[in-house]
């Protein structure tokens, strides 16, 4: 897979020579090619900005330089564009496997107060284009995001991550819940034991403990991750332990009767 990154800020981009991600691009299976935005200006003082028409704080940056420089990118072949910005749709793992098994992103970071909202209308009609955000608070620019994703789709690429079971049980994977506690050796430290039943060597009670102690995180932490998933998924223990918790079937959906 290929990756673009346009941005006033390449070196924001260092960490992807890093880890995973790079070895990823060593061995050839993720191209990753940063690239910075002024290329693409034709001012002596290589401007990206300016004040935004209306009036307000800030400055916006201009659809000319962004023009040229998606025009040139998109020359070597179709990509979707991914545009980080806190008014986008949240990012999740959904948009990474998905995006995992397409050819090419350009990631378009912004700076200052965004682009010109003319850049997403004009590729929306040539393109795929996603407005994206991390969460809700606001970050400088979308470098961070463009780290983000390219952490989060380049370990779903075949090869990358060493043992692909390591994808299947962690959190926000399919079965909708947040990832149980795991432990290591020593089974004591700091008066802090390892609970019993993970050193008892019965596989099925290690199963269940681990399922009852997903569902009791994510009921703690993640009751709207509650409230989506699919209740066709849950079997008669399942119920109990979320019954336990405050949460009852109704209908096809999960809801919270009893605060826990
Ligand atoms: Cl993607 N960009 C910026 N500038 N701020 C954010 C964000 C993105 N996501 C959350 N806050």
């Known amino acids: 897979m290929r990756v673009d990154v346009v941005t006033?800020?390449?070196?924001?981009?260092?960490p992807l020579e890093l880890s995973l991600v790079g070895k990823a691009r060593q061995a050839g299976l993720l191209d990753v090619r940063v690239h910075d935005l002024r290329d693409w200006t034709t001012d002596r003082h290589r401007t990206v900005d300016d004040t935004p028409f209306g009036g307000g704080a800030g400055m916006v940056m201009r659809p000319d330089v962004w023009g040229r420089a998606l025009d040139e990118l998109l020359a070597d072949?179709?990509?979707?564009?991914?545009v980080p910005t806190p008014s986008g749709e949240p990012f999740t793992q959904r948009h990474a496997e998905s995006w995992?098994?397409?050819?090419?992103?350009?990631?378009?970071?912004?700076?200052?107060?965004?682009?010109?909202?003319?850049?997403?209308?004009?590729?929306?009609?040539?393109?795929?284009?996603?407005?994206?955000s991390l969460g809700d608070y606001v970050l400088n620019?979308?470098?961070?995001?463009a780290l983000v994703v390219v952490e989060a789709v380049a370990r779903l690429l075949p090869g990358v991550v060493g043992n692909p079971d390591s994808l299947?049980?962690?959190?926000?994977?399919?079965?909708?819940?947040?990832e149980y506690p795991v432990y290591t050796k020593p089974a004591a430290w700091e008066g802090l034991d390892v609970p019993d039943v993970l050193l008892s060597g019965h596989h099925g009670k290690v199963e269940r403990w681990r399922r009852d102690e997903a569902l009791e995180r994510t009921a703690e932490r993640r009751p709207d991750l509650l409230a989506r998933l699919d209740v066709a998924a849950l079997d008669k223990h399942d119920r109990q332990t979320l019954g336990r918790l405050g949460w009852v079937v109704v209908g096809n959906h999960l809801e919270l009767v009893r605060p826990a």
């Open 8 to 14: 006033i800020f390449p070196e924001y981009l260092a």
């Open 77 to 82: 072949g179709p990509a979707r564009l991914v």
């Open 100 to 132: 995992a098994g397409e050819d090419r992103l350009i990631v378009a970071c912004g700076r200052y107060e965004g682009i010109d909202a003319r850049v997403v209308e004009h590729y929306r009609d040539r393109l795929p284009v996603t407005e994206l």
């Open 141 to 145: 620019g979308g470098e961070v995001a």
């Open 168 to 178: 299947v049980e962690e959190s926000h994977g399919a079965d909708g819940l947040l």
